[in-house]
Each structure stands twice: as C-alpha cells, then as structure tokens.
C-alpha cells in the first residue's frame, strides 16, 4: 500500500467514526428532549452549529474520498434525473451556509413552490435541454459534489442573488453566476489549486469567509478525471460564473 492509499485507508476508517459520532449525539440531544432533557435557546443554537460544522466535515471527508476515486478510475455510474441531485445540492449547500433558509424548504416537496421561495430569497434557478426530463448516465455523487461546492461558494460571496442553470443536449452543462466581489484577475489562476485562494478582499464581511482554494481544486480534479471541463469568468465588483461541461459516460445498458 502506498502513502496515498494509506492517507486513504486513515481518512475512511479513523476520522468517518468519530465525525458520525459526533453528528448523531448532536442530532440526538435536539431531537430527544424527552431522553435527554429541554435545551434553552442558546445551548440549542450551540447544539445546531455543532450539527453543522459536523456536516461540513462529512463533506469534505467525502469530496476527498470522491477525488482519489475519480483519480483511480472508480465511477459508480447510473441513469439519474439532474432536476434531483440538483435539488439535493442545493439543500446540502444551504445547509451548511444558509440553514434557516433550508429549514423553510425542507418540507417543500412541489417543484414549482420550491424554486419559488428559492427565487424571493435570490437564488435563480433554471433547467433546460435534454436532461431536463431525460436521464443523464453518470456518477451521481460526484456530479452532486460539483454542483454543491459550486453553490456554496455563490451563496458565500454573493450580495444579493445567484443564478444556477443546467443545460445541455449531449455533455451536461452547469451554470453557477454570483453577483459577489469577483476575483481579481491576477487570482484566477491559483482558484483551482489546494489551498491557492484565500480569503476574500473586497465585499461587505469578504475577509471573514472561507476561502475557495480546497474545495474547488476538488472539483477540477473530478472534472478532469470525469473528461469534462471548468471555466471561470469574473470581474471584480461584478461577480463569478463558474461553467462545467460533463460528458455522459458510456452505457453498459440499464
């Protein structure tokens, strides 16, 4: 076993538990008052922040796991509706970054009302072409990783709105635009390497959010390995638009 797969092996089995631990005892003390007793206000918003932040770990935990297996070839490749993973990505982002927002949708299951409280909260979200209704033949959880990375980083630095859009007839195209600082042009190049961009310069509390670096040299080494392609257009003062390009992967038949 090499160093990379023994990193592997430490980050599935030694650091998965306990961040499952961690979540389920949280998740516990605000779901069983009856067991554990009644929370004030304050030891519940604790108890909430605890349950996000163990998210959070989750998650990159498994845009790690993701990486290396997109590295090594491993596709786990189904026929799955777009409109669905992009519903689920959203409310994964919203979660972590804006989760009184995501508790008002979570018991939206209609369509139509869903994308309409996402719409007077600012985040536009439009789905056209093929893969509006047709299945698209891929690795589900890696597109779901690109998509989710992708709008938490809008709904980071945005101002007032972001727009989402997937389209496409044959390769899947993701749209994410952001009305944010931008990124300096300068900068741009280092947005995909680990660690290579840092925390914002300009916008109302910029300084203060995470920086893009990881995340993102997470999703250009799924898209590589996925043959696809990640552009970025920005300008400071303006704004971000992020755009992929998937191809489907070839069928073995349903």
Known sequence: MNDKDQLIDLLIHDLSSPISVVATSAANLLKKEDRYGPLTSRQRQTVERI????????????????VYRSEEGLFDCRYFQIRDALRK?????????EPLLADKLAFIEQEEAFLHVLGEYGILVECTGSY???????????????LRNLISNALKYRRERINISVSGRLDLTL??????????????????????YGKGK???????????????SCVKALIDAMGGEITLQ???????????????????GK
């Open 175 to 196: 749209s994410v635009i952001d009305d944010g600082p931008g990124i300096p042009k300068d900068e741009q190049e280092a947005v995909f390497k680990r660690f290579g």
């Open 89 to 97: 990505s959203i409310m994964d982002a919203l979660e972590v970054v």
């Open 234 to 252: 920005s300008r400071e003062g303006v704004g971000t638009h992020f755009i992929v390009r998937v191809p489907p992967r070839k069928s073995t």
């Open 51 to 66: 349950l996000r932040n163990a998210g959070r770990a989750r998650s990159l935990l498994t845009e790690l796991i993701e």
């Open 202 to 216: 300009t916008g109302s509390g910029a300084g203060e959010k995470l920086g893009l670096g990881f995340g993102l």
């Open 132 to 146: 509006r209704d047709s299945p698209f033949y891929h690795d589900e959880r890696k597109i779901e990783l690109i």
